[in-house]
């Protein structure tokens, strides 16, 4: 049913932001009481969950990456996106984003995008 697709540039340059966008189809970003994340994983390391936002357009981060990180939406095209700024190449990772059907955490994030690979490099 529902689906999503991570697009956005591979190549960030380090001080640079990453920006990337998430398409769903099959569902509705306003629809409730879901809730659209951002996730990634670094080479060799596990996953991380980056952010988060609600149907309402609520938004919460990850506290380690709150300073760096935006998420927003455009309904008219049930999209939402991610910008982290100032990347690193410790931001060299995988990025996913996925539907959270309650918006309670990873129970229930039972819709993913194939992600997409970002590197940070000059």
């Known amino acids: 049913q529902v689906q999503l697709q991570e697009s956005g540039p591979g190549l960030v340059k380090p001080s640079q932001t990453l920006s990337l966008t998430c398409t769903v189809s099959?569902?509705?970003?306003?629809?409730?009481?879901?809730?659209w994340t951002w996730i990634r994983q670094p080479p060799g390391k596990g996953l991380e969950w980056m952010g988060v936002?609600?149907?309402?357009?609520?938004?919460y981060y990850s506290p380690s990456l709150k300073s760096r990180t935006s998420i927003s939406r455009d309904t008219s095209k049930n999209q939402f996106s991610l910008q982290l700024s100032s990347v690193t190449p410790e931001d060299t990772a995988v990025y996913y984003c996925?539907?959270?059907?309650?918006?309670?955490?990873?129970?229930?994030?039972?819709?993913w995008g194939q992600g997409t690979q970002v590197t940070v490099s000059s």
């Open positions: 996925a539907r959270d059907a309650l918006g309670i955490g990873w129970p229930t994030m039972h819709y």
């Open positions: 099959g569902g509705s970003i306003t629809a409730s009481y879901y809730a």
């Open positions: 936002i609600a149907y309402d357009g609520s938004t």
